[in-house]
């Protein structure tokens, strides 16, 4: 393969639906409900809802050597109602037990009386609105694995054999 760095297959167990309390923290929330329900890995399929908050994370400009800094992210916050349009991203085991976490989202709001859509990373500080439900589709984790790559100095998910230049531990 060329142009893949890993690959595998996962047999899909159940789909985890929960709705989120108006005022908590979306990215805790979702740790909550994974460790409730026991998913080890999985696949965000939908996350929809109003927000009150948001902070979308995203690269300003790709780093000459990693890992990522601050410097190379742009934070931003917006304090306004928000309609949680798309939650993208994955579940994966740790090799020191519990799961990683790693999702994105696209928010849409008004501006000026046009409606803008934004996207980034979810990072804590995201705030649910009046409702979210987030569905996620849990998977057998056998063959997948988060860990640090040591090419971009970031955790990040495995699948199949576990590649030689990852380390088990962040």
């Keep these: 393969m060329k142009s893949i760095e890993c690959l595998g297959s996962s047999t899909v167990q159940r789909l985890v639906q929960f709705r989120i309390k108006p005022g908590a923290d979306l990215l805790k929330a979702i740790s909550e409900a994974v460790e409730a329900e026991g998913v080890k890995a999985g696949v ?45 991203g994955w ?33 804590e500080g995201t705030i649910c609105g009046i409702k979210v439900v987030v569905a996620i589709l849990a998977i057998d984790e056998a063959g997948l694995s988060a860990a640090m790559d040591q090419g971009s100095k970031a955790f990040d998910i495995f699948f199949g054999k576990r590649p030689w230049n990852v380390e088990k531990v962040r």
């Design 44 to 88: 965000f399929v939908s996350g929809l809802g109003a927000l009150k908050k948001a902070i979308f994370r995203n690269l300003k400009v790709f780093p000459e050597k990693f890992p990522v800094t601050p410097e190379d992210r742009l934070y931003l916050e917006i304090a306004a109602p928000l309609e949680l349009v798309s939650l993208t």
């Design 91 to 123: 579940i994966a085991p740790k090799a020191e037990g519990g799961a990683e976490i790693h999702a994105h989202f696209a928010a849409s709001t008004v501006r000026n009386d046009t409606v803008v859509t934004l996207g980034g990373h979810l990072t």
